[in-house]
């Protein structure tokens, strides 16, 4: 199954996949992706039960 993902999500995965990965802190990625730490973990935690598969799933408020 192939999933696509628009520039903003394909943005977002490539921060939480480094995160999750241990790259770059949870700090970092929020920074980057201009969310707080509640929401870094909201999303890396789904990112690793779903995958991208999470980025698709995102409300369109979390896309702004």
């Known amino acids: 199954e192939t999933t696509t993902l628009n520039k903003k999500q394909q943005r977002r995965a490539e921060a939480l996949a480094k995160t999750a990965?241990?790259?770059?802190?949870?700090?970092?990625?929020g920074d980057l992706l201009g969310l707080g730490r509640r929401q870094i973990n909201r999303l890396i935690r789904s990112y690793e039960e779903k995958g991208?598969?999470?980025?698709?799933?995102?409300?369109p408020a979390d896309l702004l």
Do not use: E, P, V
């Open 21 to 29: 990965l241990g790259g770059i802190s949870k700090i970092d990625a």
């Open 52 to 59: 991208l598969k999470a980025m698709d799933m995102a409300t």
